[in-house]
């Protein structure tokens, strides 16, 4: 956009954005979204495959897993982004420390400034650490999730069976079986549209 541009924004902002911000872009959201539809894609196929051979375990399955996946959005989504518009602030803040303190480093150093410029960087570390700290631990609730789905589907397979005095074997072992292969899948989406949350 020319040098009116570069005159109109902030150096420390623009060096952020040429240095941190796309490569979170594509890491962060380019990278999770590719996988995010591969994921959907096999999950799809999965589920249309279980539909044309068990409908019945296909509906379970459904019934299980779609409320835990609308409940882990409405509980973290906001959360998420909220995380990563303070790291996004905290991140502008400390490249404004380095690039203050480059530019001003002389007069920063004969004013015996530089321990308090120290110390807002650290203090800027420590706020980043903490942030990504939380995104860890909300990104692990999926497989907490994920685990209790399928412990209900167990139990409600069981009861099914007990109920209309059916044989348990053939329908527990497909729902196991496609659990297992669905579960990876389902996390996989959450755990990845969490990061294209906290990046976005």
């Known amino acids: 956009r020319g040098l009116g541009f570069i005159k109109q924004n902030?150096?420390?902002?623009?060096?952020?954005n040429v240095n941190v911000v796309s490569?979170?872009?594509?890491?962060?959201?380019?990278?999770?979204?590719a996988t995010i539809m591969g994921d959907v894609l096999l999950l799809l196929l999965v589920t249309v495959a279980l539909f044309v051979y068990s409908p019945y375990v296909a509906l379970l399955v459904s019934i299980i897993f779609t409320p835990i996946v609308a409940i882990f959005y409405l509980v973290v989504r906001r959360k998420i982004q909220m995380l990563g518009v303070e790291e996004n602030d905290v991140q502008r803040h400390k490249s404004r420390v380095v690039s203050e303190t480059f530019r001003g480093y002389a007069d920063i150093d004969i004013g015996g400034a530089m321990p308090l410029m120290i110390k807002r960087f650290s203090d800027d570390l420590d706020a980043i650490s903490?942030?990504?700290?939380?995104?860890?631990?909300?990104?692990?609730?999926?497989?907490?999730?994920?685990?209790?789905?399928?412990?209900?589907?167990?139990?409600?397979?069981?009861?099914?069976?007990?109920y209309c005095n059916s044989d348990i074997s053939l329908i527990f072992g497909v729902f196991a079986v496609v659990a297992i292969r669905l579960i990876p899948s389902v996390r996989s989406i959450l755990t990845q549209w969490s990061l294209v949350r906290y990046n976005r």
């Open 130 to 162: 903490y942030l990504r700290q939380r995104h860890s631990s909300l990104s692990q609730l999926p497989q907490f999730f994920m685990e209790i789905g399928l412990v209900i589907g167990m139990v409600i397979v069981v009861l099914f069976s007990l």
């Open 10 to 16: 902030n150096s420390s902002t623009l060096s952020r």
């Open 23 to 33: 490569l979170m872009f594509a890491t962060g959201v380019l990278r999770p979204l």
